[in-house]
């Protein structure tokens, strides 16, 4: 399958901000939902964040609404994460996923990036 490529991850001090992105190489993603999962060492990976297909529609999981921003770009197959005052719990391996647009928009997503790691200090 093409692969999906997320960037822009580092280390930041809580209160910082951090813009994640995520590109398809050979195909193109403009059919599809795309989103932002996380996992923390130890624990299940999670939900972060998602955008519709032709990024009109967004959906954020609790613990981020309010401080990080989904998006597409114009040539929907690119996607960006905005993330603001960010907080120490949010420390976690970031990864892009896409999906065909029906059903959920927080499961299901078959494909897949390798994951960029965003560390978040006291």
């Known amino acids: 399958q093409v692969p999906l490529v997320e960037s822009g991850g580092g280390l930041v001090q809580a209160g910082g901000s951090l813009r994640l992105s995520c590109a398809a190489s050979?195909?193109?993603?403009?059919?599809?939902?795309m989103g932002w999962f996380r996992q923390a060492p130890g624990k299940d990976r999670e939900f972060v964040a998602a955008?519709?297909?032709?990024?009109?529609?967004?959906y954020y999981a609790d613990s981020v609404k309010g401080r990080f921003t989904i998006s597409r770009g114009g040539a929907k197959n690119t996607m960006y994460l905005e993330m603001n005052n960010l907080k120490p719990e949010d420390t976690a391996i970031y990864y892009c996923?896409?999906?065909?647009?029906?059903?959920?928009?927080?499961?299901?997503?078959?494909?897949w990036g390798q994951g960029t790691q965003v560390t978040v200090s006291s």
């Open positions: 955008v519709s297909w032709d990024g009109t529609t967004t």
């Open positions: 996923a896409a999906k065909i647009a029906l059903g959920s928009y927080n499961s299901g997503y078959p494909y």
């Open positions: 050979g195909r193109t993603y403009s059919n599809y939902r």
